[in-house]
């Protein structure tokens, strides 16, 4: 299944001479790890990748971009990790395997007034309620791309009062955001087959913004139940070379899971890469 176009190095000649003159400096190995994880020949080119708009937040919901001191949601997929079975150094390393579910990125933090990111902030419109506005800092909703205004109407804002976490948040003082995966029956077609009116979040990565650092996998779900919000499904912690020979041993484990797909995340260091389902996306028409 490719999700893009193939050609040959040949067929486009002002790209195989920049890889052939960055082969002769590097060596050949080494030099398509560079290509692969700079995206030289994306930038030759004039490629860019083509992400879909925040669909399911309405514009009157968008108060501002998303603050610029919270990494946005996303990692790489298994094609692009072509060392995952080459090099002996990730052999023993341990991953957490969850589920990958079919909603909408959200992201919830709170932060002191006393930060230096808090003045970066977008501004708050009047028709925030003050019981939503701590005192001492700022508590914030977002979607992948924007930070969105408290409305009726807005689901993101639903799952955040659902689990109390502006008041939850603002009681532990720590500047933290929380990341998930807004699902329901009007996120994403409803591909999971949600009831009518059903909506929840479930976190996958608590972010620590004075560290700069995501919490290490078990922490974050230690996280999520102390706070009482479901955690995205964890199958266990493995280690890849034992479950799995190649690239196409995760893929096939993907399917497998009848799920979007998989999501390993190293307790180590952070690593991190998912495994999409072939089979959820043709299903999807995507």
Request: hydrophobic share 35%.
């Amino acid at each position: 299944m490719s999700q893009g176009l193939v050609y040959r190095l040949d067929d486009i000649p002002r790209v195989h001479d920049f890889a052939k003159a960055v082969a002769e400096y590097y060596g050949d190995w080494s030099a398509m790890e560079a290509d692969i994880e700079m995206y030289w020949f994306a930038d030759l080119l004039g490629v860019r990748k083509w992400e879909c708009q925040d669909g399911n937040a309405g514009t009157a919901d968008k108060m501002g971009k998303f603050p610029m001191f919270i990494p946005k949601t996303g990692m790489d997929r298994v094609q692009k990790c072509p060392n995952l079975f080459l090099k002996g150094k990730y052999y023993h390393r341990e991953y957490q395997e969850t589920v990958k579910l079919d909603g909408a990125s959200m992201t919830v933090y709170y932060i002191g007034d006393d930060t230096p990111e808090f003045r970066s902030c977008n501004p708050l419109p009047n028709s925030y309620t003050t019981n939503l506005t701590p005192p001492n800092g700022r508590f914030g909703v977002c979607s992948h791309g924007f930070e969105l205004s408290e409305t009726a109407a807005c689901k993101y804002w639903a799952m955040a009062r659902k689990y109390d976490l502006p008041q939850k948040l603002a009681e532990l003082g720590k500047n933290l955001a929380i990341q998930g995966e807004l699902v329901g029956d009007t996120i994403q077609g409803n591909r999971q087959g949600f009831p009518d009116g059903q909506h929840d979040f479930h976190i996958f990565d608590i972010y620590d913004i004075d560290r700069k650092e995501y919490l290490e996998p078990r922490a974050a779900y230690a996280w999520a139940k102390d706070l009482g919000v479901p955690h995205v499904p964890v199958r266990g912690y493995v280690k890849i070379r034992r479950i799995a020979k190649s690239n196409e041993d995760l893929i096939e484990r993907a399917i497998k899971s009848n799920a979007e797909g998989l999501v390993y995340k190293c307790v180590e260091d952070g690593r991190r890469f998912k495994v999409i389902n072939p089979h959820w996306l043709l299903k999807h028409g995507e």
